[in-house]
C-alpha cells in the first residue's frame, strides 16, 4: 500500500467518523471524543487493500446506543473503497470525559 493511498484512507475514515452521531447527542462521535485511536494497516493477504482498527469509546458504559453506533461505524467504513476489513474495539480507558471533546462540539452544545 502506498503512502498515499493510506493517508487517502485516513482521511476518508475521519470524514466517515463525522457522519456518525450518537441518536441522544446532536454531535459526530469524532469531534465528541470518542475515537481514541484510527489504524490503518495494509492488509497481509492484498497490498492494494487496507484494514482499518479503530479504538473508540462511549460517553458512559450502559449507553443505549452503542450497538448502533458501533454498527454505523463499522457499515460505513467498510464502504471505503481499498477497505477489506474493519475492527472496531470499544474500549474504557482511560475513561471519557467532556475535555475530550473538540471546542466545536463543546459550542455545539453551549458548553463554552
Known amino acids: 500500500m502506498t503512502e498515499e493511498l493510506k493517508y487517502s484512507i485516513e482521511v476518508e475514515t ?3 467518523l463525522r457522519s456518525v452521531f450518537d441518536p441522544e447527542i446532536p454531535v459526530n462521535v469524532y469531534e465528541l ?6 489504524d490503518v494497516r495494509e492488509d497481509a493477504h ?14 458512559a458504559p450502559n449507553c443505549p446506543a452503542a450497538d448502533f453506533i458501533m ?8 464502504s471505503i473503497k481499498n477497505v477489506s ?9 482511560p475513561e471519557w470525559t467532556k475535555d475530550m471533546m473538540s471546542e466545536e462540539a463543546r459550542l455545539d452544545l ?3
Open 14 to 16: 475521519v470524514e466517515m
Open 33 to 38: 471524543g470518542l475515537i481514541y485511536k484510527i
Open 46 to 59: 492484498d497490498d492494494s487493500k487496507a484494514e482499518i482498527v479503530i479504538d473508540m469509546t462511549l460517553t
Open 71 to 78: 454498527m454505523d461505524i463499522q457499515e460505513k467504513l467498510e
Open 85 to 93: 476489513k474493519v475492527t472496531v474495539n470499544l474500549v474504557f480507558e
Open 110 to 112: 453551549g458548553l463554552m
